[in-house]
């Protein structure tokens, strides 16, 4: 389960079911509301649904490619964002 807190309050705000290990999650630069969660075998672009207080999700589709991913990189304008696999290639 992903759970985003209010370090503050030490409440959570919003949760969303997952059963995929969750190797990291980066938030886009300009945007707050919006997370990519970097799992095993995929990713996952994450939005916070302020109003529900649930969070949307939208897998990727690298279509018949397999690969185990690790780590994440969004350029500074939000408009690109670079995944790294175990096996050293970069989507």
Known sequence: MLVIWD?????????SP????????????HDNSK???VQHNGIQI???????KKIQSLNANFGNVKRQFTCVAI?????YLYCGTKTGDIF
């Not at 994450?46 to 529900?52: A, K, R």
Request: cysteine-free; proline content about 0%.
């Open 75 to 79: 350029d500074h304008s939000d408009s």
């Open 18 to 29: 997952n059963k995929e290990v969750v190797n990291e999650i980066v938030f886009f630069n």
């Open 7 to 15: 370090a503050e309050s030490g409440k959570s705000l919003y949760g």
């Open 35 to 37: 997370l990519i969660s």
């Open 46 to 52: 994450l939005t916070i649904d302020q109003v529900y």
